[in-house]
Nanobody
């Protein structure tokens, strides 16, 4: 089982990035896919999550209205579109998979990707 996150980089404040998380090694149809982030010196925090099978996303208040989570079932890939980026969005972003649970609790997630760094310059 592997989750491969990509798409991070350096962007100016107000800009946009799209992160991708490619899932391989098993069927994730009964899983929720989440994005988390961890800034230097801070704890890992929830960003967004979506069920692989149906429905829309849920978001942390800090990103609501700016970030959009989506999925492409045919490509086994989940995306995080990040718009209107702020310096406080700077962090390593991780994707993760949780069994049948749309949750913001990182302890519920069984599989984690390696992380991709997003740096927002002000």
């Amino acid at each position: 089982v592997q989750l491969q996150a990509s798409g991070g980089g350096l962007v100016q404040a107000g800009g946009s990035l799209r992160l991708s998380c490619a899932a391989t090694g098993r069927t994730f149809s009964s899983y929720a896919m989440g994005w988390f982030r961890q800034a230097p010196g801070k704890e890992r925090e929830f960003v967004a999550a979506i069920l692989w099978s149906e429905g829309g996303g849920v978001y942390a208040n800090s990103v609501k209205g700016r970030f959009t989570i989506s999925r492409d079932n045919a490509k086994n890939t989940v995306y995080l579109q990040m718009n209107s980026l702020k310096s406080e969005d700077t962090a390593v972003y991780y994707c993760a998979a949780a069994w049948m649970t749309l949750t913001s609790n990182p302890r519920a997630y069984d599989y984690w990707g390696q992380g991709t760094l997003v740096t927002v310059s002000s």
